[in-house]
């Protein structure tokens, strides 16, 4: 009966350096074709993929800080009621200034269509 153990050990050994050497063949294998790929990438162009990401990132990060600070500000009692007061009486404050003469509304919409054109072309 030992002799029978001894001969199923010394299979599972045969069986597990076999597993051993086939993983690493494929190991090696798939590292060598994962080496090709990166050489092939044009590395000159991941700096400005870089600066991408960075962008998306640092704009991600501000958007979290944003939202907690106005998810703050918004469980105080008085506080959002009081900016949206704020709001109303600088928008009707600058309509007033630019938008109660024709004159005034037509120095607007020049200085938008200016804006419209110098960034859209």
């Given amino acids: 009966m030992s002799d029978d153990n001894t001969e199923l050990k010394e299979q599972a050994a045969d069986?597990?350096?076999?597993?051993?050497?086939?993983f690493s063949e494929r190991y090696s294998e798939?590292?060598?074709?994962?080496?090709?790929?990166?050489?092939?990438?044009?590395?000159t162009q991941m700096g400005r993929i870089g600066k991408g990401v960075g962008v998306l990132v640092a704009v991600i990060v501000a958007q979290?800080?944003?939202?907690?600070?106005?998810?703050?500000?918004?469980?105080?009692?008085?506080?959002?009621?009081?900016?949206e007061l704020l709001g109303l009486v600088v928008v009707g404050q600058?309509?007033?200034?630019n938008l109660t003469t024709s004159e005034k509304r037509?120095?607007?919409?020049?200085?938008?269509?200016?804006?419209?054109?110098?960034?859209?072309?």
């Fill in 94 to 97: 600058w309509s007033w200034q």
């Fill in 30 to 43: 798939i590292l060598g074709k994962v080496n090709e790929t990166l050489d092939k990438v044009d590395w």
């Fill in 64 to 83: 979290v800080l944003i939202k907690g600070v106005l998810d703050t500000i918004n469980l105080l009692p008085v506080v959002p009621g009081l900016l």
């Fill in 106 to 121: 037509s120095a607007v919409i020049t200085k938008v269509q200016n804006l419209r054109q110098e960034y859209l072309g």
């Fill in 15 to 22: 069986a597990t350096e076999e597993a051993g050497a086939s």
